[in-house]
């Protein structure tokens, strides 16, 4: 006589192994739900970030902790319209990453505004090609005379681009820079002893950050006939200072040339 079989359900229930699987009051494991949180979190900072107009190479130098002066200005915006008023109507900046700082000036209101990247736009994210695509923003070498009539904008600001310049370079730049200004240039710097351009980055600024003093900077712009804007000085420290805010740049505020 045959035997019946058994039951595997609980033969397998009680041996803790396949029924455990099956069993409707079994615990789900907590790994899926873990996995799940890490990806969402992952996602809502990629939108961030490609939500907020600045470009993937900012948005990584975030994540990364690496820092520029292109990044501070988006904290000195408020300090500079307070700076110079109606001068922030209609601006120039120039720069690395100077889609990031264009996007972030034409959403204040009544600003109008446009970029010169120095250096390659290959790893731009869409919003900085559009701005491109549309001529808002330029690539140039600042090298060389910039394509803009005298007094172009009201007021210019550069950042970054010209820790990357030898004396030779800044002596024709910075002057060309304040020429198509109306009403001043700001020039946003690093302090000495502040490392910026990592070993990959060489190729493409060409040679390694000269952070320069705040004493070599006055000598430069009276070598130039460049002459400090006082007033501009005096609105922008009391402005960030009442707000307690402390740049992490030298921040030099130009008279334009008249």
């Known amino acids: 006589m045959s035997r019946r079989p058994g039951n595997p359900t609980r033969r397998f229930a009680g041996g803790g192994s396949l029924g455990g699987l099956f ?26 970030y490609r939500g907020s107009g600045t470009s993937g190479s900012s948005a990584l130098s975030r994540l990364e902790g690496e820092f520029t002066c292109t990044l501070e200005i988006h904290q000195a915006i408020p300090y500079l319209k307070k700076a110079y008023g109606d001068s922030m109507r209609k601006v120039l900046h120039v720069g690395p990453d100077t889609c990031s700082v264009v996007s972030k000036l034409l959403k204040e209101e009544e600003t109008e505004a446009w970029g010169v990247e120095p250096y390659d736009v290959e790893d731009v994210d869409v919003n900085c090609k559009n701005l491109i695509r549309k001529g808002i923003v330029r ?45 001043g240039l700001v020039i946003v710097t690093g302090y000495p002893g502040h490392s910026r351009a990592k070993v990959a980055e060489l190729s493409k600024f060409g040679r390694p950050a000269k952070m320069r ?4 900077w006055a000598r430069f712009f009276v070598q130039t006939s460049l002459q400090e804007n ?6 922008f420290e009391q402005a960030a200072t009442s707000d307690g805010y402390k740049s992490r740049c030298q921040i030099f505020h130009v008279k334009s040339f008249h």
């Open 213 to 216: 003093s705040s004493s070599w």
């Open 23 to 48: 069993h409707p009051k079994s615990r789900p494991t907590p790994l899926l739900p873990t996995v799940l949180l890490i990806l969402g979190a992952v996602l809502v900072i990629g939108y961030f």
């Open 139 to 183: 690539v140039a070498d600042i090298k060389f005379p910039l394509p803009y009539r005298p007094k172009s904008f009201a007021l210019v600001i550069v950042s970054d681009a010209v820790d990357y310049l030898s004396p030779k370079y800044l002596n024709k730049t910075i002057p060309e820079l304040a020429r198509v200004s109306a009403d």
């Open 230 to 235: 006082d007033a501009a000085i005096k609105k």
